[in-house]
Structures are given as C-alpha cells and as structure tokens.
C-alpha cells in the first residue's frame, strides 16, 4: 500500500497536534478526516466560541472535522466508521473507548511528549522541565485501554537545556514528535499494518504528569532555590508560576504576582538556615538556631531583585505585576520602593 493509500483520522486539539498534523498532510499523507474538540467559549460571557488550532488547520486545508461532545456518542461512530479509516493517529487529544480506538483495521497510535512510561499524563512537558530533568523526548505507542500504558512502537530523545523554558521545550518536542508521526506511519505502512512493538517496562521509578491547574503553579519559597528555579521555568510562559506580595503590615492586602524567569545566584541566605512562617520548620544550620532571615524576604542589589528561599537568594528577573504586563525586574524596582516591607508567599 502506498501513503497516499492508507486512510488515516488525525486527532487532536492544540497547537502541539498541528505540527504533527501539518507534517502528514504537506507529506501527501492521505488524512480523510480530523477529530477534536467543541469550539472553546471565550469572554466576559462565554458568548464567542473558539475553534481549537487543530480544527483552524483543518478547515484551511479543506478537510472534513468532526467535533463529539461524547465519543460514544452513536451518531458520532456513525460519522467516524464512514471514513473507513486504515489507522488512527492521536496526538494531544483525550481519552478514548475503546469502540474508537480499535475501530481501524491498523489500530490506533499516540504521540506522547515524554518518554514512556515515564511521565504519564496531561502535562509531561510542564512537569519534566519543574522536575529538573535534563532529558525527555516523545513516544508513539497503540492505545489499548488504561491511559499512556500501550505497547511502545518507537522513542525519539531530547535534551532540555539547564536555562530551557517550557515554551522551548514544547516547540523542540512538537517538531521531534511530528518527525516521529510520520516515521511511525512509514512503519505501519511497510509492515502492513505489523509495526513491532514492545510492552511498556513499569517501575515503581517514574513520574506523574496530571494536568495543570492554577493551584498547581502556586511558588513555594521553602523550597531550595533550584527547585524553584526548575518549578517558574517549567510554567513559563504559559500558564505562568505565582506567589503573593505580601506587606509585612498585615493590614495592606496581597498582591498578585507572576513570576516567568529566575536565575541562580548561589548566594546563601544567613548560612543557609532561615526561618519560616510554617510552624513546623526547622533552621538548617548545624546548630539548629534561626538566623533572623525569612523565606520569602525581599531585598534589591544592584538592581537586581532578590527572594530568600531555604537555601540561597534567587534572582527573579521577569515578573508580571497584577494589572500589568510582563517586564524586567530591573523596570520593576524602579517603581518598587522598599522591597524588605514585603513578602513573597
């Protein structure tokens, strides 16, 4: 069978699936359909609706979309086997029954932004890049029935650069993964529908990736500093990391602030011990005793902006003021008088 052949649904829902997508169809893959998401709504009152980037690609190259609210949905399965599809591709998407995925007499593969099974979940790039990990990559493997647990047909690594921010490791991946869609496909192709695969080797060694939500980007300032480091680059810039300003006169409210960039320093902080608000912190230093510094304290120095965390004083050099846009630190301080009457919780 030749590509143009093989009749394959796309999909998928974000930006991250249109480069897979855009790879097959400018490819001269035969895709005959693309499945994704209801237009979003949008707006003070939810009164505009918004197409979700993989459709917005679809319908400028003329192919058909299908978008189910439910896909067990019988009209929707109806749609679905009238394409006659030889292979399903998913990449980004949600999860599928199994009448879907096993439709096609080729099955079904993924692409996934991690190396399986590590990083299981709705956000592997985030949480590689908040846990510090130096590398990652993408996998295709066929959907069976528990999430991201399927037989692992081929991986693709790569590097995540110390300094790298989520949005330079989602484009590296996105075209790495659309690389590996399409090199999966010519797999299935000269196999006949046989490309090898191989079961997932579990461990009790392995992260989890589950969505992100606002709580979730909330900075600890407890923590060491490369931790918080790896936790504002691996939510830059979208959805962003935050804390409070917080006035030490505790009659001023907090303030919110997004905090998109840091840098390490390798300052410590009073020796490395500091006191905390929570109650059940102990002081680092050999002997146990509070140093008078706070987690969380601000100080300017050389205008440079400057956080107390457990172990070091962490630079942040981009943040975003509630009501304003995102600018230097540097700018920041020049309207930013007295930053040790402040916080960071």
């Given at each position: 069978?030749?590509?143009?052949?093989l009749r394959i649904v796309f999909m998928g829902t974000p930006e991250f699936a249109v480069g897979s997508l855009q790879r097959l169809v400018e490819n001269g893959y035969n895709v005959v359909a693309v499945v994704t998401q209801p237009d979003k709504p949008v707006g003070r009152h939810g009164s505009v609706l918004r197409p979700s980037p993989v459709k917005e690609y679809a319908l400028a190259h003329g192919l058909p979309v299908l978008q189910p609210l439910k896909m067990k949905d019988e009209q929707f399965l109806e749609q679905l086997r009238s394409y006659n599809a030889d292979l399903q591709v998913v990449v980004a998407f949600r999860m599928l029954p199994e009448v879907v995925w096993a439709m096609p007499r080729f099955g079904t593969f993924n692409v996934h932004a991690a190396l399986l099974?590590?990083?299981?979940?709705?956000?592997p790039i985030n949480w590689a890049v908040i846990n510090g990990e130096t590398l990652t990559g993408v996998t295709t493997f066929?959907?069976?029935h528990d999430i991201d647990t399927g037989r692992i047909i081929a991986q693709r690594q790569f590097p995540i650069p110390d300094d790298a921010d989520v949005e330079y490791v989602y484009d590296g991946l996105m075209q790495l993964g659309a690389q590996l869609c399409t090199d999966t496909v010519d797999l299935v192709l000269s196999t006949d529908g046989n490309a090898p695969s191989q079961p997932q080797q579990d461990s009790d060694v392995h992260h989890a990736a589950p969505k992100i939500f606002k709580e979730t980007c909330a900075i600890d300032f407890s923590l060491p500093a490369k931790r918080i480091y790896d936790f504002v680059r691996g939510l830059s810039p979208v959805p962003g990391a935050w804390c409070l300003l917080t006035p030490r006169d505790a009659n001023a409210p907090a303030q919110v602030?997004?905090?998109?960039?840091?840098?390490?320093?390798?300052?410590s902080v009073a020796g490395g011990a500091l006191v905390s608000s929570a109650p059940d912190h102990k002081a680092a230093n050999t002997?146990?005793?509070?140093?008078?510094?706070?987690?969380?304290?601000?100080?300017?120095?050389?205008?440079?902006?400057?956080?107390?965390?457990?172990?070091?004083w962490l630079e942040i050099v981009e943040l975003q003021p509630a009501g304003k846009k995102r600018m230097a630190a540097r700018d920041y301080l020049n309207g930013f008088q007295h930053p040790e009457h402040f916080l960071l919780k």
């Open positions: 069978m030749e590509k143009k052949n099974p590590d990083y299981r979940g709705a956000a066929f959907l069976d602030l997004k905090i998109y960039k840091t840098a390490k320093t390798g300052e002997n146990d005793q509070p140093t008078g510094v706070e987690v969380g304290t601000l100080k300017a120095e050389n205008r440079r902006l400057l956080v107390a965390t457990v172990d070091e």
